[in-house]
C-alpha cells in the first residue's frame, strides 16, 4: 500500500496543474545545491534501523539510526567534489551548472520515500506554486545496499531515471526486464562469487562453510558462489544465513554450527552489521583457528576495528574494486564546514562527534562555532588511502556528466533525436540519460576506462586483499592478488609476492579438507551418505596404479608390467623360470650330477670286472650301452634347468625321448636277453640263434629310431619354442618352454610308455627263472618304479604351475632313472664287490643244471 501510495504521488504531481501542493509528509534533502540539472544521491549516513528490533541481545530493544557511518559521509562528498569539478571544467559540459541533492535515510521505507521526493522534483519552496516545469533529477547516485537499491530502482525504471550504484553488487539487478533504467559502477556479485570460488580452490580449500546474511543480496551471492565452488571441485559443509534483526537464538544456532563442524575455512557473503554480529558472539565463545573469506560489503569496512572480536578476523581475504587515488579530494574534505549546509543535522551532528563539542553554547559541554579544521583529524572520513568505492562515486557522476554531454552535442544527438538537431538544455529529459548511458565509453582523469554492458554493469576487475593488522583503530589491507574477468580462461586469477597473513596471524597457508589429499598409490572412495570431498583413500589393487595425488580411478598396468609395492607406477613384470639360483634347481642339479657320478662308478666296475661271469651272464654290450644312456638320461635333465632359448627348448624334450627310448630299449633288450637265454637250456631249443648280439643291437637301434623320426616330424611341424606366460600368474611373467605340438609331445611320452609297458610284461613272464639267473626280477622291480613314476607324473604335470612343470619332469627323469640304475645294477655291483664267491661260472650256472636236469 505504501509503494501504491507513493506511486500515485509522484503521478499527480506530474500531472500539468497550474497549481501542485505536495502530498503528505515533505522529505527534505541533507544537503543540496542548486544548479540547470540536479543529479540525486541516496546514501545512510547513520546505520540501523528505526523502530525494528535488534535481537542480537538477549533482551530485544528498539534502537534508531544512531551510529555514524564515515564512509558513507565520504562518498556523498565525493559525489559533491565530482559535480564541483565538472562544474569547473571547460571540455566538458561547457557553461552548464550541474545541481545536487542529497538524501540521508536509514531503513529500506525511508530510502523509498527519500528516492521518491528525488523523483517528484519539488523543492522545498513550492508549496502552491506554478509548477508547470518540476525539476526531476537527471539521474540518481546511490544506494550502497543490494536490497533498498532493488526496492526503489524498479520503480524508478518505470519512470525512465537512470540509477547509477557504486555498491550494489547483487546479480539478480542485472536483469534488464525487472531494473531497465539501473546500471552500476562496481561489478556484479556473479563476477565477485565465480572469483571467489577460483581463490577457495587455489589455496585448496575443499572443504568450507559459507554464511550470508540474510537478503537478496546474500542468498543470490552465496547461491552463486556454492554453484561455482561446486563447478571447481569445492564441497561445503554448510550453508547458513541469519538478519542484523533476527532472534538471538538463531546466531547461536549458527556459532554452533561453526563450532562442530571441520572446516576451517568460512566464506562470509554479508554486510558489515552481520559480520561485525558474527564474530562478536565468535569471540564471546572463544572460537579460533578460522580463516574468514569476505565479500567486498564488508572486507574493507574499518568499523571492522571498532568491535571487540576484531582480532579474529586478520588474515581475512576478500575481492574488492581496485583502488585508486582522486587528485584534490583530500583538499575538499578539509573545506567541510557546517556553515556549507546550515539546514544539515548530520553535518552538525558529525561535527560535534568528531570534535568532541557542542555547537549549543547551552549545553554543558565544550563549546566550538565551526571554526575547527579537518586536517587535524585522522578518521575514516579523512583518510584517503583507501578510495576504492568513493571512486565509484566520482565515475557514476562523470558517466551522468558525459551522458549529458552527448545529448548536447549535434554528432551524438543522431541516435536520439531524429531531425539530429543538437538537443538544447531544457529539452533533455531522464530518459534521454539513460538511453545515453548506454553508449557511454570515457576515461577518467585519473585513466580508468569506463563503460557500460548490456545489463548496465561495468568490467570485472578486482583486488585481492588480505587484512593483515588493525592500527589506531583502522584495518590495514594488503594486495595480494588480481582478478579480471576480461582476460582468457584460466588467466583471469593471478597473485603477485606480497607476503600473506593467514588466521589470526599465522603465516602458514591454512588447511580446509574434509578428507586429506590421497597419495599416488591409491584411489578416492567417496563415503556414503556425505559429499564427493569426504572420502576414503583405498589402495589401487595389483596391476593397477594412480601416479598422481587423489586420483580418482586406478590405472591397469600394460600387459608385460606391474604395480610396484607403492602402487605409483608400473613396473617390469619379474620374469621367472627354474634357474639354478633357487635351491630346488640347485638340489636337483645336484641329484642330476650325483646321478651321473653312480652310474659312471658303475660302469668303470663293470669294466673292470668285464670279463666276470656276471657281466658276462647277460649281454654286457648291452649293460655298457644301458649305462650309456642313463648318463644321457641324467644330464638331460639338467637341459631343464636355466632360461628358456629356442636350442634349449628343442633340446630337452628330444634329448628326454630319445635317451629314454634308448634306456627302455636296452632294457626291453635284456629282458629278451633272459628270455631267449632260459629258451635255449631246453633241449631241442635254437632260439639264440635269431636273437643274437647283432639282432639285439638292431633292436635297439629300430627302437630308437622310431622315436628318433617322431622327434624330428614334431620339430619339423611345431617345435617347442620359449613363451612368456603371463596368465598363470599377473604379477609375473613365467618364462617356459611351450611344447609346441601338445600330439608331439604325448606321443614322445606314449612310445617311451608303450616301451616301459612292454618291458614290464616281458620281465613279470620271466619272473619264475632260476633263481640264480634273477636279472629278471630286478628288471620287473625297475619296470614297475619307472611306470609307478611316469603314471603319477601325468596328474603332476597337467596341475603344476608355471615353473613346477619343469620341476615335475625333472623329478620323473631322475626317479625313474635312479630306479633303472639301482634296481638293475646295484646287485650286481654288491656280487662284484661284496660277494665275489658268487661271481663264478659256476654259481650262475649252478642253479640251472640243476633245474634242467
Not at 567541510?336 to 557542542?358: A, G, H, R, T
Not at 583507501?386 to 551522458?403: M, P, T
Not at 582478478?483 to 589470526?504: C, I, T
Not at 610308455?753 to 632260476?770: I, S, T
Amino acid at each position: 500500500m505504501l509503494m501504491l501510495l507513493l506511486l500515485l504521488m509522484v503521478l499527480k504531481t506530474q500531472a500539468e496543474k497550474p497549481d501542485c501542493t505536495p502530498q503528505g509528509h515533505r522529505v527534505l534533502p541533507e544537503m543540496e545545491k542548486d544548479g540547470d540539472l540536479i543529479i540525486g544521491g541516496v546514501f545512510s549516513f547513520r546505520t540501523g534501523q528505526n523502530g525494528y528490533t535488534d535481537s542480537f541481545t538477549k533482551l530485544p530493544e528498539i534502537r534508531p539510526c544512531k551510529d555514524f557511518s564515515f564512509r558513507e559521509f565520504k562518498f556523498a562528498h565525493t559525489l559533491m567534489f565530482a559535480i564541483d569539478e565538472i562544474n569547473r571544467r571547460t571540455d566538458i559540459l561547457p557553461g552548464i551548472k550541474l545541481g545536487y541533492k542529497i538524501y540521508n535515510d536509514c531503513g529500506s521505507t525511508d530510502i523509498l520515500r527519500a528516492v521518491m521526493a528525488l523523483v517528484n522534483g519539488l523543492d522545498r519552496s513550492e508549496t502552491g506554486a506554478n509548477c508547470t516545469k518540476p525539476r526531476t533529477v537527471q539521474a540518481i547516485i546511490g544506494h550502497s545496499g543490494s536490497t533498498p537499491t532493488m526496492s526503489f530502482a524498479k520503480i524508478v525504471g518505470r519512470f525512465h531515471i537512470p540509477v547509477i550504484s557504486h555498491f550494489a553488487t547483487c546479480a539478480c539487478l542485472s536483469n534488464r526486464k525487472e531494473y531497465p533504467s539501473f546500471f552500476r559502477t562496481i561489478p556484479s556479485d556473479y563476477y565477485q562469487s565465480r572469483a571467489l570460488a577460483q581463490l577457495v580452490r587455489h589455496f585448496g580449500w575443499m572443504w568450507v562453510g559459507a554464511l550470508s546474511n540474510k537478503n537478496d543480496y546474500g542468498i543470490n551471492g552465496i547461491t552463486t558462489f556454492i554453484k561455482a565452488a561446486n563447478e571447481e571441485g569445492v564441497c561445503i559443509e554448510y550453508s547458513e544465513a541469519f538478519e542484523s534483526t533476527g532472534p538471538y537464538q538463531e546466531i547461536i544456532r549458527i556459532v554452533n554450527v561453526i563450532r562442530t563442524s571441520t572446516s576451517k575455512v568460512i566464506m562470509a557473503f554479508m554486510s558489515h552489521r552481520e559480520i561485525k554480529i558474527l564474530v562478536d558472539e565468535i569471540y564471546r565463545q572463544n572460537i579460533t583457528g578460522l580463516q574468514w573469506i569476505g565479500s567486498d560489503a564488508w572486507i574493507t569496512d574499518d568499523s571492522l576495528a571498532d568491535i571487540s572480536g576484531h582480532t579474529l578476523l586478520i588474515g581475512s581475504i576478500g575481492f574488492t574494486v581496485r583502488n585508486a587515488q582522486i587528485p584534490g579530494l583530500d583538499l575538499f574534505l578539509h573545506e567541510v564546514n557546517p556553515s556549507q549546509f546550515p539546514n544539515s543535522i548530520f553535518l552538525k551532528d558529525f561535527w560535534e562527534y568528531v570534535f568532541d563539542c557542542s555547537l549549543n553554547p547551552s549545553e554543558k559541554r565544550n563549546t566550538c562555532n565551526g571554526s575547527e579544521n579537518l586536517r587535524d583529524v585522522q578518521n575514516s572520513f579523512t583518510d584517503l588511502t583507501d578510495l576504492r568505492f568513493s571512486n565509484n562515486i566520482y565515475k557514476a557522476v562523470y558517466a551522468v556528466a558525459h551522458a549529458i554531454n552527448n545529448l548536447l552535442s549535434c554528432e551524438q544527438n543522431k541516435s536520439f533525436n531524429s531531425n539530429s538537431t543538437c538537443l538544447k538544455l531544457v529539452e533533455i529529459k531522464a530518459w534521454q540519460v539513460l538511453n545515453s548511458l548506454q553508449s557511454i565509453n570515457f576515461t577518467t582523469p585519473g585513466g580508468e576506462n569506463v563503460f557500460f554492458d548490456n545489463n548496465g554493469d561495468s568490467p570485472a576487475r578486482y583486488e585481492l586483499i588480505n587484512l593483515q593488522s588493525v592500527n589506531r583503530g583502522k584495518m590495514k589491507v594488503e594486495t595480494i592478488g588480481y582478478y579480471d574477468a576480461s582476460l582468457p580462461k584460466g588467466q583471469h586469477f593471478s597473485m603477485n609476492n606480497v607476503q600473506v597473513v593467514w588466521r589470526e596471524g599465522r603465516h602458514l597457508v591454512p588447511v580446509s579438507v574434509c578428507s586429506e589429499s590421497c597419495p599416488p598409490g591409491t584411489r578416492k572412495a567417496v563415503q556414503k551418505g556425505k559429499p564427493v570431498c569426504c572420502y576414503d583413500c583405498i589402495p589401487c589393487p595389483p596391476g593397477e596404479i594412480s601416479n598422481s595425488t587423489d586420483s580418482i580411478n586406478c590405472l591397469k598396468c600394460p600387459v608385460a608390467q606391474w604395480s610396484n609395492t607403492r602402487g605409483d607406477a608400473c613396473i617390469p613384470k619379474e620374469i621367472e623360470f627354474f634357474s639354478y639360483d633357487e635351491i630346488m634347481g640347485i638340489l636337483l642339479a645336484l641329484f642330476s650330477l650325483v646321478g651321473v657320478f653312480f652310474t659312471l662308478l658303475i660302469m668303470l666296475i663293470f669294466y673292470m670286472y668285464r670279463n666276470t661271469p656276471i657281466v658276462r651272464a647277460n649281454n654286457s654290450e648291452l649293460s655298457f650301452l644301458l649305462l650309456f644312456s642313463l648318463t644321457l638320461c641324467f644330464l638331460c635333465s639338467l637341459t631343464f634347468i636355466g632360461q628358456p632359448t629356442e636350442w634349449s627348448c628343442m633340446l630337452r624334450h628330444t634329448a628326454f625321448g630319445i635317451t629314454f627310448v634308448l634306456c627302455i630299449s636296452c632294457v626291453l633288450g635284456k629282458t629278451i636277453v633272459v628270455l631267449m637265454a632260459f629258451k635255449a637250456t631246453l633241449p631241442g631249443s635254437n632260439v639264440m640263434k635269431w636273437f643274437g648280439p647283432v639282432q639285439q643291437r638292431l633292436c635297439v637301434l629300430t627302437f630308437a629310431l622310431i622315436q628318433v623320426l617322431i622327434c624330428a616330424i614334431w620339430l619339423i611341424l611345431s617345435p617347442p619354442f620359449p613363451f612368456m606366460n603371463m596368465v598363470l600368474y599377473q604379477e609375473k611373467i613365467i618364462l617356459e618352454c611351450s611344447l609346441g605340438s601338445a600330439i608331439g609331445f604325448w606321443t614322445v611320452l606314449g612310445y617311451i610308455g608303450l616301451l616301459a609297458v612292454l618291458c614290464f610284461v616281458l620281465a613279470f613272464l620271466a619272473r619264475k627263472l632260476p633263481d640264480n639267473f634273477n636279472e629278471a626280477k630286478f628288471i620287473t622291480f625297475s619296470m614297475l618304479i619307472f611306470c609307478a613314476v611316469w603314471i603319477t607324473f601325468i596328474p603332476a604335470y597337467v596341475s603344476s604351475p608355471g615353473k613346477f612343470i619343469v620341476a615335475v619332469e625333472i623329478f620323473a627323469i631322475l626317479g625313474s632313472s635312479f630306479g633303472l640304475l639301482f634296481c638293475i645294477f646295484l646287485p650286481k655291483c654288491y656280487v662284484i664287490l661284496l660277494r665275489p664267491e658268487m661271481n663264478t661260472k659256476k654259481h650262475v650256472t649252478a642253479k640251472l643244471s640243476n633245474d634242467s636236469h
